[in-house]
């Protein structure tokens, strides 16, 4: 090692100098750390494989979110080796401070967690704001990575992560998913995170055609039809279809296909519940599959439950007021005309 190189213990004390800074919110810390070492952007903890975006996210600091983008997008030269790997820096070639900032964006802690993720799952609705928003203008004009550039990290997104191919902006996607099928929407649901629901259901993206997939990948809808047999009894015939691919992200499902409404009942978030039929989740959503035992206290439930179902379960009867309410609301409108919900 060379007298010019940092100490092991050097780089593992400035980190952790550099997670203090971020926790505690000071600014004026993060930016002369990182000024001195602008490898620091892309530094992981050992055991949750957290990047310092993610740990601003994760504490709901908004300006140190500001910082980490302004001394990236100013870094003022070409930064390949920020990227995570060599593949990366291969195919990509020359990389802009503003294609770095995508990568950044997205890079995901242990169990597949994104910076917009952590934020909405905190509550923190100025850090939720900002992370959708990075990226919409600058010099009035909207920022875009450039066709070839954005081929390759949709390649390799998809090849080295399984993430959904959706580089379009700067900003972060949140139509993303972690290892459990859960988005942001989700997230917050399941906190009960009122103003950061509203946030995110504001003018949502639209999603890729990949990611409106993997959303509603193996749910099902079922079909009965009536047909006459040879001795003129009405016998049922059940068909099962797929459903067209979400395009309304309060209808993303995880997967298991549970949807926010799902979880917000199933957490006894009657708040979450209130905001997400006000932007028409479907209240006859069905889930296609039993969940992990690991994975929800409610793993007993068979596949095809409703929300109705889960507050059913629990006997919450608030509830299953609010749900039968909205639904008869939502019937007068002729919204689910012709459609029963059963529990």
Known sequence: MSSQEPSCCFVLCRQDALSLAIEAGKEDIVRRLIGQDIKLLKRKTLAARMTPWHM????????????????????????????????????????????????????????????????????????????????????????????????SFRILNHLLSFEPLCFISLGSDCWQYDSQGLTALHHAAIGGHV??????????????????????????????????????????????????????YVQCVDMYGWSALHHACAHKQEASVSTLLGYDANLIARTFTQTDRTA????????????????????????????LRAYVSSYARGKHAGMQLTA
């Not at 193996?218 to 016998?235: F, M, N, P």
């Not at 068979?302 to 609010?322: E, F």
Request: aromatic share 4%; with cysteine.
């Open 195 to 248: 103003a950061v629901l509203t946030e995110l259901l504001t003018n949502p993206p639209l999603p890729t055609r990949l990611a409106s997939t993997q959303h509603s990948a193996s749910c099902k809808c079922v079909v009965v039809q009536e047909s006459r047999a040879l001795d003129g009894s009405s016998v049922p015939i059940t068909s099962i279809c797929p459903p067209p691919p979400f395009h309304s």
């Open 296 to 323: 929800s206290d409610y793993y007993f439930l068979p596949s095809g439950v409703t929300p109705l179902h889960i507050a059913a379960a629990q006997g919450n009867l608030s509830m299953i007021t609010l749900l």
């Open 56 to 151: 601003a996210a994760f504490w709901g600091h908004a300006s140190i979110l500001k910082a980490l983008v302004d001394l990236l997008l100013n870094s003022g030269e070409d930064t390949p080796t920020l990227l995570t790997s060599s593949l990366r820096r291969i195919v990509s070639g020359r990389s802009s401070p503003e294609q770095l900032l995508k990568v950044f964006l997205h890079q995901r802690s242990r169990g597949g967690i994104t910076p917009l993720m952590l934020a909405a799952r905190g509550g923190h609705t100025e850090a939720v704001a900002y992370l959708l928003s990075i990226g919409e203008r600058k010099g009035g004009a909207q920022l875009e990575c450039s066709s070839q550039v954005l081929s």
